[in-house]
């Protein structure tokens, strides 16, 4: 049996590509499924541009995820809410030069966009501002509903045969011959042939793991969500300016992101947070005040040393393994690393897009 910790996006998505390859799997979740980052992110799909290892996973993983999306409503009854409408990218005046150089290097790695006046931007979201300067469409960008996709896989694991446990923790590891034992919150203990740390930012709680399992550090973001189901004309591009972005939601809700606060580990927010959302929104979307504010939201990015991806092996306990350090990326490439990771636990064998960051 193979024990996946941390029922979250990189947790769920790995157990279901081991289920899918007829392991016996058990994913042990110390809250309730999505309830670390993977339940609070924006999830918006978009690679980031440059040519590092990280960049191709993520360009790859774009590409896989409409049919990713498509199977999984087929298998799990769930809508995973995969919007098609794009990016509008806006400019203030102030923010003009940073504007032209994103799009210069956009150009130069031949990603598509397409210029529009500020009069074509607002005739395409007639909420947003009149004193927009610049504005462009990026028709590739994708984002989905991170929970759905969450809730979605979990359907998907439980049909292939593999288990689920909330509420379940898993506070010391021991290695023993030939398997490994796993103690958990509710005093029982486990024999299993392999564990894969998923846990976020929580493995730093467990103890007995191997001094080479990478220990992470938070950066917090915060989103307000918002109803935008009011509003004569409600947003239905993803809006992405240089202070933040505005996602709609398929159920009348935007969320208003983010930030990003290294070490702050607090998911109870101060007001100043929340008013720095505000400030940072309302020189986009006027009437940003006006909507009702449905929650605030909270969650922990977590980042090991330079913030790529984490994926491994413990060179002094291999049977156990992680899949760490998804920063604020772990929707984006899901595809790509659930599936690659897969082959590494089972056949030990790297994959081409994760190999340079696949160790032991
Ligand atoms: C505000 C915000 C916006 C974001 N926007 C995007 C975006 O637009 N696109 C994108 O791709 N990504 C985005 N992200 C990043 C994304 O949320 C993360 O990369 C992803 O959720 C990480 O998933 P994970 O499964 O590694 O961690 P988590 O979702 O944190 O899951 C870890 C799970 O492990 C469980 N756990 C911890 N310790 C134990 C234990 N000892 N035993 C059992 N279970 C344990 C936790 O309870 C938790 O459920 C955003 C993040 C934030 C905070």
Redesign the pocket.
Same mark, same amino acid.
């Given at each position: 049996m193979i024990v996946v /910790? *941390?029922? *979250? =996006?990189? #947790?769920l998505s790995l157990a279901y590509e081991l289920c899918r390859r007829g392991v016996a799997v058990v994913v042990?979740? &110390?809250?309730t499924i999505? &309830?670390?980052? &993977?339940g609070?992110?924006? &999830?918006?799909l978009e690679p980031r541009l440059g040519h590092t290892a990280m960049r191709v996973i993520e360009r790859e993983s774009m590409l896989r995820w409409p049919g990713y999306a498509e199977h999984l409503e087929e298998v799990s009854g769930i809508s995973v809410g995969f919007c098609r409408e794009g990016q509008l990218k806006i400019a203030l005046q102030d923010d003009l030069k940073k504007f032209h150089k994103d799009l210069k290097a956009r150009a130069d790695q031949n990603e598509a966009f397409e210029l529009l006046t500020p009069q074509a931007a607002q005739a395409l979201e007639p909420e947003i501002s009149k004193n927009i300067a610049a504005a462009a469409f990026l028709p590739n960008v994708r984002w989905v509903t #991170?929970k759905q996709v969450c809730q979605a896989l979990a359907n998907a694991v439980k049909s292939a045969g593999g288990q689920i446990r909330q509420g379940v923790? =898993?506070t010391a590891v021991e290695q023993t011959n030939p398997q490994l034992a796993l103690s958990t919150n509710d005093g029982s203990m486990l024999d299993i042939e392999k564990l894969v740390l998923?846990?976020?930012? #929580?493995a730093g709680? =467990?103890s007995g793991l191997p001094v080479d399992i990478p220990q992470s550090r938070a950066v917090r973001?915060?989103?307000l969500i918002v109803d935008q189901s009011g509003l004569a004309n409600p947003l239905t591009h993803l809006i992405k300016h240089h202070r933040g972005h505005l996602c709609p939601r398929e159920n009348g809700q935007l969320i208003v992101?983010?930030t990003y606060e290294a070490d702050e580990t607090s998911l109870q927010p101060g007001p100043d947070i929340i008013e720095f959302l505000y400030q940072n929104a309302a020189p986009i979307l006027p009437k940003i005040r006006d909507l009702p504010l449905i929650k605030v939201t909270a969650?922990?990015?977590?980042k090991v040393g330079d913030g790529n991806l984490r994926l491994g092996r413990s060179q002094t306990a291999p049977k156990i393994y992680y899949s760490l350090s998804? *920063?604020? /990326? #772990?929707?984006?490439r899901a595809p790509v690393v659930a599936d690659e990771l897969a082959e590494f636990v089972l056949h030990g064998t790297r994959g081409a897009l994760t190999g340079h960051h696949t160790h032991g």
């Open positions: /910790a *941390g029922a *979250g =996006i990189a #947790g042990l979740e &110390s809250d999505a &309830s670390g980052a &993977s609070v992110a924006t &999830s918006y #991170g923790s =898993i998923c846990t976020g930012m #929580g709680a =467990i973001g915060v989103n992101g983010t969650g922990l990015r977590s998804h *920063g604020g /990326a #772990g929707y984006l």
